[in-house]
């Protein structure tokens, strides 16, 4: 047998958690109501998720507002201050390859 352990784990080594993506479930559904707007809003739009930024906005300050997930500033999520909209260029410059400088 190796010395990793029967499964082939290292039993010496602490794991690690990720910096994100891992939060408490919403077992209480407390944000059922901002998830359901905003799934309803990819189906009619055609899952293009740029159109739906407003409701994915609102249901992850709905979750820091009941401690599902850390409070966070969210233009650190992609969001301008006071609006829906990302802070990295639209996507139709994007898709032409077309790099967007300032001068």
Do not use: W
């Not at 059922?32 to 905003?38: G, P, R």
């Amino acid at each position: 047998m190796s010395a990793g352990g029967a499964f082939g784990g290292n039993r010496g080594l602490r794991p690690v958690p990720p910096e994100k993506g891992v939060f408490p479930l919403d077992h209480q559904h407390q944000c059922d109501v901002e998830k359901k707007e905003y799934l309803a809003c990819l189906k009619t739009s055609g899952y293009l998720s740029e159109r739906c930024r407003q409701f994915s906005k609102k249901y992850l300050e709905c979750r820091m507002e009941k401690n599902l997930m850390a409070r966070q500033d969210l233009t650190e999520l992609g969001f301008l201050k006071d609006s829906g909209a990302r802070t990295d260029p639209p996507e139709d410059s994007k898709e032409n390859g077309a790099a967007i400088t300032q001068d």
